[in-house]
């Protein structure tokens, strides 16, 4: 059997195999390959369509609403095009397409399409726009007893970094350029984002928050810019979190996350001040003022292309760092206090402190999940305690307090100085790698470069200790 025959076998196999739906027509319009997953979204057996004119198949297929017909007569591949229709059975399904001519020597021999099914996720999408919208439309007196409203107050502590990142937020209240802002997660990075909000000069317009890295991209960008009728079957028209902004302020968290073709549009949006609906024709004016997020370096974020440089230099108007709770342990009573005093409230409970021994050990802790994570901590203690008690004590923190001392190991415990070298140097480096990993918070990105090593040879090393 020749080699070519091999090929094409392993390729038609591997074709037919995968989720994606796959629709490859030749030069002539004829479907040369069409998979079981692109006829279930279809709704049509694959009989119908095999070594048939796509055309003949589809009738009413035009530049329009095909994609295949598009590109096979420009010659241009259509990326990652979300899709809306009713297939033959009458069901309504959302895709993401994207098509690619095929060519052989320069000359154009067909085109391929690869159809991804995300009917589920449009629809959350959809339910997630509508309550996004009833929320901005409430009135005021309604959001203040459903949204909590977080302000400088809000924010605990005394140090050096925290009053820093403060001073510089309140300074950034009273203008509308865009603020960047850094921080691992669990830091309280929304908390500063609210804050320059609620006391600034757009403090009684809209204030929406929306996570980038909850969404994929094509459902993100409906989410942000909205869709215009008639955009796709079953389109209607509906305003995004621009629109819903409008004179606020909308909060990209963990921009980063967002992919580099959406970022490319938001860039166009902050440079040029209007949006345009997806499937719309009229550009629509909004004055919006954008916080982000990122929980990743931005400029580590760059140099791993996940950021662009040209959005990065748009939003870093304002720079703001706000520093883990491992920088700043001179906080921590203060933060423990404050917790103390709020599931009081909640939980009805009467606790006046935390015992000393309890605070020694959270001084010797680093802390990966941040404020986040000690505002769990207090949390879970409160639920321990008896209502005659008015102390935590090492027995109100079952799982942290037992494991605290082991997950911030001395590297050298436990290593058995009798083994051969090579063992003793395998064993020193897993325990530095499980201690990176742990104080990390499991960051892969992270804990190699606080090892100094790159992020492919970190994970190689995890697979190889099975850690």
Request: some cysteine.
């Amino acid at each position: 059997m020749k080699e070519k025959t091999i090929d094409e076998i392993l390729l038609k196999n591997i074709l037919y195999s995968i989720d994606e739906g796959i629709h490859v027509i030749d030069n002539h319009g004829k479907t040369i390959i069409y998979n079981d997953a692109m006829a279930q979204l279809e709704g049509l057996e694959k009989e119908v369509v095999l070594n048939k004119k796509f055309t003949d198949v589809f009738p009413g297929l035009d530049e329009e609403n095909s994609t295949l017909f598009t590109v096979m007569k420009t010659g241009r591949p259509i990326l990652e095009r979300t899709q809306t229709y009713l297939n033959y059975k009458g069901k309504k399904i959302t895709t993401v397409n994207t098509t690619i001519p095929l060519f052989d020597k320069g000359k154009k021999i067909g085109a391929v399409e690869i159809a991804k099914d995300i009917t589920k996720m449009q629809k959350l999408s959809e339910k997630l726009m509508d309550l996004q919208e009833e929320l901005t439309n409430k009135n005021k007196e309604s959001l203040k007893t459903t949204v909590p409203k977080y302000t400088f107050d809000s924010i605990i502590g005394n140090s050096d970094g925290i009053k820093k990142a403060i001073n510089i937020a309140r300074k950034s209240c009273n203008t509308s350029s865009s603020v960047l802002i850094y921080g691992e997660t669990g830091v309280g990075k929304e908390l500063f984002a609210q804050s320059i909000h609620y006391e600034g000069i757009r403090k009684n317009k809209p204030f929406i928050a929306q996570n980038c890295a909850a969404l994929p991209e094509s459902l993100l960008e409906g989410l942000l810019f909205g869709t215009a009728k008639g955009s796709f079957t079953g389109a209607i028209d509906r305003p995004g979190l621009f629109e819903q902004a409008n004179g606020g302020t909308l909060l990209l968290d963990e921009i980063n996350s967002m992919g580099i073709n959406l970022q490319a549009k938001l860039l166009r949006v902050l440079q040029e001040g209007y949006i345009r609906k997806i499937g719309g024709l009229k550009n629509k004016p909004v004055d919006v003022r954008i916080i982000a997020t990122t929980n990743e370096d931005p400029k580590k974020a760059i140099e791993d292309g996940q950021f662009r440089k040209d959005l990065y230099y748009r939003i870093n108007v304002v720079s703001l760092v706000v520093p883990p709770l491992r920088d700043r342990k001179s906080d921590l009573e203060l933060l423990c206090d404050s917790f103390i005093r709020k599931y009081n409230k909640k939980l009805k409970k009467d606790v006046w402190m935390i015992s000393q021994d309890v605070i020694a050990d959270f001084y010797d802790y680093s802390w990966p999940g941040n404020v986040r994570e000690l505002e769990s901590m207090i949390e879970g203690a409160m639920n321990y305690i008896n209502y005659d008690e008015n102390v935590l004590q090492k027995y109100h923190f079952p799982i942290f307090i037992d494991e605290l001392r082991e997950k911030d190991y001395n590297i050298s415990k436990d290593i058995d100085l009798s083994e051969s070298l090579p063992v003793v140097i395998s064993n020193i480096e897993k325990k530095l790698i499980a201690n990176a990993m742990m104080s990390w918070g499991n960051n892969v990105s992270k804990a190699a470069e606080s090892l100094g090593i790159k992020r492919q040879t970190l994970q190689h090393k995890l697979r190889k200790y099975n850690l």
